[in-house]
T-cell receptor
Framework: DVKVTQSSRYLVKRTGEKVFLECVQD?????MFWYRQDPGLGLRLIYF???????EKGDIPEGYSVSREKKERFSLILESASTNQTSMYLC?????????????FGPGTRLTVT | AQSVTQLDSHVSVSEGTPVLLRCNYS??????LFWYVQHPNKGLQLLLK??????LVKGINGFEAEFKKSETSFHLTKPSAHMSDAAEYFC??????????FGQGTTLQVKP
């Protein structure tokens, strides 16, 4: 079974702090994704990566950056956390090369910024 | 532009009765379509996917969905709801880069 793990289930940070969210997948997938999920808004793509050191902006990249130094690991960075970044963050991975490949999701990190 | 619309934000059924969750899509080419389920405080789990083979797709836990190109729909059904089906359900469409475009989600409530 594909396994996608996220470093924390719950995280509380203060405004202005630098925050790192880590995601690891064990299926040698090329693609990795970061989403945020907010009530009534569904899932919105923040960034995705289709290879090591490669990244592309999603729909809402402002205030976020990412890092992918190894194929299995994709990190989301909040350079200076703000209260409007309080949300559920979901990581996902998939194979590259077609539109029929499903994404596999981690359990999510619920981040609260106070 | 591609988009996904889930027609109901909230659906309530009684245990043992049928479930219908509606999803319409817009795409300029033949899409791959997915249904995911999310139980409280969990990640998303794939229920089923359509990838241009059979238009009636069977998934896990007794769910199925029918791809109707003429109606641009991909509705999710289950003949008999269980209490454990209470969750949020997301319809998604695959873009040409492998990204998924999600609908807003439908919360399914199952009453005893």
């Amino acid at each position: 079974d594909v396994k996608v793990t996220q470093s924390s289930r719950y995280l509380v940070k203060r405004t202005g702090e630098k925050v790192f969210l880590e995601c690891v997948q064990d299926m040698d997938h090329e693609n990795m994704f970061w989403y945020r999920q907010d009530p009534g808004l569904g899932l919105r793509l923040i960034y995705f990566s289709y290879d090591v050191k490669m990244k592309e902006k999603g729909d809402i990249p402002e205030g976020y950056s990412v890092s992918r130094e190894k194929k299995e690991r994709f990190s989301l960075i909040l350079e200076s956390a703000s209260t409007n970044q309080t949300s559920m963050y979901l990581c996902a991975s998939s194979l590259w090369g077609g539109t029929s490949y499903e994404q596999y999701f981690g359990p999510g990190t619920r981040l609260t910024v106070t | 532009a591609q988009s996904v619309t889930q027609l109901d934000s909230h659906v309530s059924v009684s245990e043992g009765t049928p479930v219908l969750l509606r999803c319409n899509y817009s795409s300029s080419y033949s899409p791959s379509l997915f249904w995911y389920v999310q139980h409280p405080n969990k990640g998303l789990q794939l229920l089923l996917k359509y990838t241009s083979a059979a238009t009636l797709v069977k998934g896990i836990n007794g769910f199925e969905a029918e791809f109707k190109k003429s109606e641009t729909s991909f509705h999710l059904t289950k003949p008999s709801a269980h209490m454990s089906d209470a969750a949020e359900y997301f319809c998604a469409l695959s873009g040409n880069t492998g990204k998924l475009i999600f609908g807003q989600g439908t919360t399914l409530q199952v009453k005893p």
